[in-house]
């Protein structure tokens, strides 16, 4: 071999030595970047009649496992999920309460029947009246503040869905500008090493929002698809999501929310990993089976004390009586079947004139009025407001109005029932629950007894007495009495008494966030342990790398002391040759 051909070869040897020293420094100045992986200098070789030596080289991943990286986006995608949930029900679950410190609900049950067994031994005591009102308003209040808190995480959830969106887009137009950086990198013939890693860091947040498969094509090529359909080939593939500006109960999917649109298809229901699948879970989903779980508990609760309140009438008589529920016309068939007794009263409960309704003989609502108005030649007035309520009114100073239902029945109600006229509670469940309106302008209103059904009453009669607290004794019991329930959220038809029901509402929930908490802390384990494999492969150790350096050192040495004794035979050579 010429000296020139020495020459060519030691100094082949320094670029070489030099290009991987290069990579070496790379490694250790990015040995914390987040997402950084250890890169080596593959040198690419050349061979003459004489030698081979090095002639270039390419930077490279030190290693590369597509299935570890599909992995990991996936295990990325798990996480996500679960610990979306877990943080919503571990919310609503400490909003809610706990059966060891007593749920506000159950202790105003407690407080509501506690007041009813005075009341019924004290029927004339009005401070117990308004006790057991307040208390009603508390459960009220209770059942309403956790309904709108429900209804709030499931805005925030909403909200939030519309965030990830805009989070996903993102990904998604950052993951095609590093495919066109690839192309143009990797046409010049630079390494794509750097611009791979920052792929595969963008991959991880995408997959952290959503679920996705992805391949990377022969020319480099990122292909990102979600549910079997194009995220990200040859176009970005935005998606598009409104978020609705008000979130109540009866904002359900698909009419109450928007579709999450993907090139005019609707894929909500594709979604299926991600903290985008775990907000769409606990929106239409967790959140929705506990409203109706409280819907139900309310609905039980209304209609057990609606129920019997309606039977009664107070000591004091009402000298206007107006209907919670709404919606009737005059013309609406009346529908009903067997008696109703109306009568005036005095402020001692004496009846000062009645008379016994027979339903079957009113075709329509506006039958019925007419009647009343007839019976009580002016003394009452009977109407319709302007929202359907049934109006009753006392034209006579010092009477009032008292009902007793007899046998009436009209849809499976009695009259008064039907007609919401005695009732403690308004509303259609847990999320518009209230006091009737009546009994919080004045509890004492509240009914402790029934008007006399005896068939031989006549005027002159004391029809309600002051001392009679059976009615009072009746609702105490029905707090406490085993009721039907019907299948709510995640409960199945069951009979239990509302304490019980309130407490296993607790329980379940309890049980859930814990269930959540616990696949959140598995699949973030799962996570972190790919996570740490990959690290383990990918990572840069730096005692490594410094091990390497001093074998590049001593090459580079050794290739410098060659060039020296090269240089030192060609001065020889030069001077043998003058």
């Known amino acids: 071999m010429s000296l020139i051909g020495a020459l060519n070869n030691t100094f082949a040897g320094l670029k070489d030595t030099e290009a991987r020293l290069n990579v070496t420094s790379q490694n250790v100045t990015n040995a914390d970047k987040a997402g950084y992986t250890r890169k080596v200098y593959n040198s690419e070789y050349s061979t003459t009649d004489f030698s081979t030596i090095p002639s270039g080289g390419t930077i490279d991943a030190a290693f590369s496992d597509p299935y570890l990286q599909k992995a990991m986006i996936e295990d990325t995608s798990d996480a996500g999920k679960h610990t979306t949930v877990a943080t919503y029900l571990e919310e609503y679950a400490n909003n809610l309460g706990k059966i060891s410190s007593q749920s506000t609900i159950s202790s105003a049950i407690d407080g509501i029947a506690a007041a009813l067994d005075g009341l019924s031994v004290t029927p004339e005591d009005d401070s117990l009246k308004v006790q057991v009102v307040n208390e009603a308003e508390r459960v009220a209040y209770e059942l309403t503040s956790l309904s709108d808190n429900i209804q709030d995480l499931r805005a925030r959830a909403d909200q939030e869905i519309g965030n990830i969106v805009d989070e996903i887009n993102a990904s998604l137009q950052r993951l095609d500008e590093i495919n066109v950086q690839i192309t143009l990198t990797g046409s010049t013939g630079r390494s794509v090493a750097e611009l791979e890693d920052q792929r595969r860091t963008e991959l991880e947040k995408l997959a952290e929002n959503m679920d996705i498969n992805y391949f990377v094509d022969n020319n480099n090529q990122v292909n990102i698809y979600s549910g079997g359909r194009p995220l990200l080939d040859s176009a970005v593939h935005q998606l598009d ?61 209304m209609d057990t004390m609606n129920a019997l309140l309606n039977e009664g009438a107070p000591y004091s008589a009402r000298t206007e009586i107006v209907g919670d529920e709404i919606g009737f016309a005059a013309a609406d068939p009346l529908g009903g079947t067997g008696f109703v007794r109306i009568a005036m009263t005095d402020t001692t409960g004496t009846v000062q004139s009645f008379t016994d309704f027979d339903l079957t003989a009113y075709a329509t609502v506006n039958d019925m009025i007419n009647a ?81 059904s005896d068939p031989a009453l006549i005027v002159g009669d004391v029809g309600i007495s002051p001392g009679d607290g059976s009615l009072s004794k009746e609702l105490n019991e029905a707090l406490s009495s085993t009721l039907s329930f019907n299948a709510a959220g995640n ?61 590049l050192e001593a090459k580079y040495a050794a290739s410098a002391r060659m060039m020296s004794t090269i240089q030192q035979m060609f001065d020889e050579l030069i001077n043998a040759v003058r």
């Not at 109005?401 to 509303?427: C, H, K, P, R, T």
């Not at 847990?430 to 309106?437: K, L």
Request: proline share 1%; net charge negative; hydrophobic share 40%.
């Open 241 to 301: 999501y409104t978020a609705a500006s008000n979130v109540a109960g009866s904002t359900l999917y698909p009419a109450g929310f928007s579709p999450i649109d993907l090139n005019g298809t609707d894929i909500t229901t594709l979604i299926k990993g991600g903290e985008l699948a775990g907000l769409i879970d606990v929106r239409d989903s967790y959140l929705v089976e506990e409203q109706e779980k409280l819907d139900e508990f309310a609905t039980a609760l």
């Open 372 to 452: 009343i108005n007839v019976a009580f030649g002016g003394d009452i007035t009977a109407s319709l407001d302007v929202d359907g309520r049934l109006n009753l009114v006392s034209n006579v100073a010092t009477q009032g109005i008292s009902l007793n239902q007899l046998d009436s029945d009209i849809g499976g109600e009695s009259f008064s029932m039907a007609f919401g006229l005695n009732g403690m509670f308004d509303g259609d469940g847990a999320e518009d629950i209230t006091v009737s309106s009546y009994l919080l302008a004045n509890a004492t209103h509240l009914a402790t007894s029934r008007l006399s």
């Open 491 to 551: 409960f199945s038809a069951q009979s239990e008494t509302l304490d019980r029901y309130i407490d296993k509402l607790i329980s379940n929930i309890a049980v859930r966030a814990s269930n959540a908490a616990d696949a959140a802390e598995t699949s973030t384990l799962v996570l972190e342990q790919t996570k740490t494999t990959f690290q383990n492969l990918t990572g840069v150790n730096v005692d490594e790398e410094m091990t390497n350096l001093i074998d």
